[in-house]
C-alpha cells in the first residue's frame, strides 16, 4: 500500500498555492506589521528605550500580560468544561447555548465593555450584589495577610478596576477554548473511557491519564488564541477598568494615549515591543504544544 | 498660473452670480457636544447659502474625540473644515501635516473662536455634599469624574481650570500642583472621553461630581431632567475657546474654498450667534450674549493665553509625556 508516490500531495499546483499564499499573508500581516517596525526605525535607540521603559508603561505590560494569562487560564479550565457539556450531553437549549459561545465572535467589543460595565458596575444589577461581596472578600484577605496591598492588587471594586479587566478578557476569549476543543472532544470516543473503566482506572485517573493528554494539544492552543486576543483586546477594557495610571491601564490605552499627543513613534515603539513580546509567547505556546503532543502520545 | 487663477475666479464669480445652481457638499470635522448646535447650525446655513447664490449646501457631519478627529483628518479625512475642542488639536494639523498654515488662528476674529464655553461642575439633585468651589472638591471622600487629559480635550480644560483656580487662590505653581494632585486622587474612574465620563456619572451612578463642559451640563440636565442633577458654577473657572479653521490643502483640491470660509464666517453672524447660544455655548456677539445671559451664570474666566501662555505651551508643560500631569500619578 505505501508506495513512494504516497508522499506527493493529492492537490496539484504546490508553487502557486504557496506563491498565493506568501503575497496574501504579505498583503495582510507582514506588510501592516512591517510599516509599525519601520516608524519605530526613526527613534534613537536612547528614546525607543526611554518610550518602551518608562515607569508607566513598563505597569502596563505586567498589567496586560498578566491579566490576559490569567484570563486565558480561567477560559481554559472553564471552556474545558463547557466544551465537555456540549458535546457529550443532550439537553434542551443545548442549540442555543452552543450558538451563544460564539457571540463574543460577534459582538463589537465597545458593546460588551458597555454591557459588561452596566451589569457589574456599583448600581447595576450584578454589581450591587457583588461588588460589596468582593470588597468584603478583600477586606477579609488584608486581615488574615496584611503583607500584601490585596486592594491596590487584586482591585477594590469589579467595574472600574482590575476585576473589569479581567471580566473582559474572559467574555473575550472564550469563545477560542470552546471551539478549539470542540472537534477535538467529539472525536474522543466514549469507548475509550469505557475501556479504561473496564481496566480498573478510577474516574479521576480516566481523566487525568487517558481524556487529557488526549486533549491537551487543543487546549493548549485554544488556550494560545485566548491569550493572544486578550493581549491585543481595546475596546470593551477601556470601557471597564477605569484607566488610572499604574493601576488599571492596558498597554493598547497607552499606545492610543500616545496617538492622542500626534506620537507616533512613542506609540509604535509601544506597539512593537508587544509585537515582539507576543510574537514570542506565542512561539514557546507552540513549542509546548508540540511538545505535549510528542509527549503525551509516546 | 495666472491664467488658471484668472479661470478659477471666472467660475466663482459664475457660481457666486447664479448663473447655475451647483450642490455642494462639505464636510464638517467637529468633537462630542457639538452634535446638536451643528445640525441646528448646518440648516440655517444652507437656507442662507441657498438665498444668497442659490447653491445647495449639504454639511455632513463627523464628530468624534477631538484628538481623534483631528488625527482623522490629518492621516487623509477630507475635511472642508474643523471645529475642535481645543486649539492644540488644530495645531497639530499645522505641525504634523501642514495642512493649514501656522498663523491660522489670526484668519478668523477672537482667536478663531466664535463661541466660547466653560467648565462647571455637574452634582446630583440637592447637592448632598454641599460642594460649591473647587476648594469643597479636594476635601476626603469626595469622588469626582473627569476624563484623562490625556486622551481627551475636555479633561485638559478640567485640568487647567482647577489649576487656574489654585494658582489665583494660592499664588504658586507649586501649590497649584499640590491642588491638581490632590483633585486628581479623588478621581476613581479616568474615562478616554468626555461623552465616556458623563455616563460613567450619570447612566453608573459613579462619583459625587462631574467636571464637565457647560454645555454638555445643561444638555444632561435637558436629557435626564433637573430632577435628577443640577448645576453648580465655581467662582472661577476657564475661558473654554473651541477653535474653528477651513483645512486649505483639502478645500483647495476640492474647490470649496468660498463656501467653507462662508460657513465659518457666517458663525459670527447674529444668526449664527444665536444658534450657539440655544444650544447652550457661550456667545461671542453682544447682542446675542444679552439675550441669553440668563441662561449662563456670571464668573470669573481666565483665559489660556493669559495664565498658560497659550496651548502649545500648556500641553508641553502639563500634558506631554513626564509632564506635571503625568508627574501627578509617579509613585
Same mark, same amino acid.
Not at chain 2, 220 to 234: Q, R, S
Given at each position: 500500500?505505501?508506495s513512494?508516490?504516497? %508522499?506527493?500531495? #493529492? /492537490?496539484?499546483?504546490?508553487? *502557486? +498555492?504557496? !506563491?498565493?499564499t &506568501? $503575497? ?8 501592516p ?20 521603559? %518608562?515607569?508607566? #508603561? /513598563?505597569a502596563?505590560?505586567? *498589567? +496586560?500580560f !498578566?491579566?490576559? &494569562? $490569567? ?7 472553564f ?22 459561545v460564539?457571540?463574543p465572535?460577534?459582538?463589537p467589543?465597545?458593546?460588551? !465593555?458597555?454591557? &459588561? ?24 484577605l488584608?486581615?488574615l ?23 473582559a478578557?474572559?467574555f ?14 467529539a ?16 474516574r479521576?485517573?480516566t ?18 488564541l ?5 493581549l ?13 495610571p ?20 512613542g ?8 509585537l515582539?513580546a ?10 509546548l504544544q ?7 502520545r509516546i | 498660473m ?30 462630542d457636544?457639538?452634535?446638536e ?14 438665498a444668497k ?5 449639504t454639511?455632513k457631519?463627523s ?16 475635511a ?7 486649539a492644540?488639536?488644530v495645531d ?10 501656522q498663523?491660522?488662528?489670526?484668519r478668523l ?20 455634599l454641599?460642594l ?6 479636594v476635601?476626603p471622600?469626595?469622588s ?8 481627551s ?6 485640568y ?23 483633585l486628581?486622587k479623588?478621581?476613581?474612574v ?5 461623552r ?36 453648580v ?7 473654554a ?50 439675550k441669553?445671559?440668563?441662561v ?6 481666565v ?7 497659550g496651548?502649545a505651551k ?18
Amino acid at each position: 500500500m505505501s508506495s513512494p508516490r504516497a %508522499s506527493r500531495s #493529492v /492537490l496539484p499546483g504546490f508553487g *502557486l +498555492s504557496l !506563491g498565493f499564499t &506568501l $503575497i496574501y499573508l504579505s498583503l495582510i500581516v507582514l506588510i501592516p506589521l512591517s510599516a509599525a517596525f519601520i516608524k519605530t526605525a526613526g527613534m534613537s535607540w536612547a528614546d525607543f528605550v526611554a518610550a518602551v521603559t %518608562s515607569p508607566r #508603561v /513598563l505597569a502596563s505590560y505586567r *498589567l +496586560s500580560f !498578566g491579566v490576559s &494569562l $490569567i484570563a486565558a487560564m480561567v477560559n481554559g479550565f472553564f471552556g474545558l468544561i463547557l466544551a465537555w457539556v456540549l458535546v457529550r450531553y443532550t439537553f434542551p437549549g443545548r442549540r442555543v447555548v452552543d450558538a451563544l459561545v460564539d457571540l463574543p465572535f460577534a459582538l463589537p467589543t465597545a458593546v460588551a !465593555g458597555i454591557a &459588561l460595565t452596566a451589569i457589574y458596575s456599583k448600581n447595576g444589577w450584578a454589581g450591587q450584589w457583588l461588588e460589596p461581596l468582593w470588597a468584603r472578600g478583600i477586606h477579609q484577605l488584608s486581615v488574615l495577610v496584611p503583607a500584601v496591598d490585596w486592594e491596590n492588587w487584586l482591585g477594590g471594586k469589579l467595574a472600574f478596576d482590575r476585576p473589569g479587566i479581567f471580566l473582559a478578557l474572559t467574555f473575550v476569549g472564550l469563545p477560542f477554548v470552546v471551539r478549539t476543543l470542540q472537534p477535538v472532544l467529539a472525536d474522543l470516543e466514549p469507548e475509550l473511557e469505557e475501556a479504561a473503566a473496564t481496566l480498573g482506572a478510577n474516574r479521576w485517573q480516566t481523566m487525568t491519564r487517558v481524556i487529557l493528554p488526549e486533549l491537551m494539544p487543543a487546549l493548549i492552543t485554544g488556550f494560545a488564541l485566548a491569550f493572544a486576543r486578550a493581549l491585543g483586546e481595546y475596546g470593551s477594557v477601556v470601557f471597564i477598568a477605569g484607566n488610572m495610571p499604574q493601576h488599571s491601564e492596558i498597554t493598547p490605552l497607552l499606545i492610543i494615549t500616545k496617538l492622542e499627543q500626534y506620537d507616533y513613534r512613542g506609540a509604535t515603539a509601544i506597539a512593537v515591543v508587544m509585537l515582539v513580546a507576543s510574537f514570542v509567547l506565542l512561539l514557546l505556546i507552540n513549542l509546548l504544544q508540540k511538545w505535549s503532543r510528542r509527549y503525551y502520545r509516546i | 498660473m495666472k491664467s488658471k487663477a484668472v479661470l478659477i475666479s471666472l467660475l466663482a464669480l459664475a457660481a457666486v452670480s447664479g448663473a447655475a445652481a451647483k450642490s455642494i457638499e462639505l464636510l464638517n470635522v467637529s468633537y462630542d457636544p457639538t452634535r446638536e448646535l451643528y445640525v441646528d447650525y448646518n440648516k440655517a446655513f444652507a437656507a442662507y447659502w441657498k438665498a444668497k447664490t442659490g447653491d445647495d449646501v449639504t454639511v455632513k457631519q463627523s464628530h468624534g474625540g477631538s484628538g481623534k478627529q483631528a488625527r482623522g483628518v490629518i492621516d487623509g479625512l477630507q475635511a472642508d473644515v474643523v471645529t475642535l475642542a481645543l486649539a492644540a488639536d488644530v495645531d497639530a494639523l499645522y505641525d504634523v501635516a501642514k495642512l493649514i498654515p501656522q498663523d491660522w488662528q489670526k484668519r478668523l476674529p477672537q482667536n478663531s473662536t466664535p463661541y466660547t464655553s466653560t467648565i462647571v461642575f455637574l452634582v446630583r439633585k440637592g447637592n448632598p455634599l454641599g460642594l460649591k468651589d473647587w476648594d469643597d472638591l479636594v476635601k476626603p471622600g469626595v469622588s469626582i469624574i473627569t476624563p484623562n487629559p490625556k486622551t481627551s480635550g475636555g479633561a485638559r480644560w478640567n485640568y487647567l481650570a482647577a489649576w487656574a483656580y489654585a494658582k489665583h487662590k494660592q499664588g504658586s505653581d507649586d501649590a497649584a500642583k499640590a491642588f491638581v494632585a490632590a483633585l486628581y486622587k479623588n478621581v476613581p474612574v479616568l474615562d478616554s472621553g468626555a461623552r465616556g465620563a458623563t455616563t460613567t456619572f450619570v447612566q453608573r451612578g459613579i462619583g459625587d461630581v462631574l467636571l464637565a463642559w457647560e454645555n454638555e451640563a445643561f444638555l444632561a440636565l435637558k436629557e435626564f431632567g433637573t430632577d435628577k442633577f443640577e448645576i453648580v458654577v465655581p467662582s472661577l473657572s476657564i475661558l473654554a475657546e473651541p477653535p474653528v479653521s477651513i483645512v486649505d490643502k483639502v478645500v483647495k483640491k476640492k474647490g470649496t474654498e468660498t463656501v467653507a470660509r462662508a460657513y465659518l464666517e457666517y458663525l459670527y453672524s447674529a444668526e449664527g450667534q444665536d444658534i450657539a447660544g440655544r444650544n447652550f455655548y457661550r456667545p461671542r456677539d453682544p447682542a446675542a450674549a444679552a439675550k441669553y445671559a440668563s441662561v449662563f451664570p456670571q464668573l470669573q474666566l481666565v483665559t489660556i493665553d493669559a495664565e498658560f501662555g497659550g496651548w502649545a505651551k500648556a500641553q508641553k508643560t502639563h500634558f506631554a509625556d513626564g509632564g506635571v500631569f503625568d508627574q501627578i500619578y509617579q509613585k
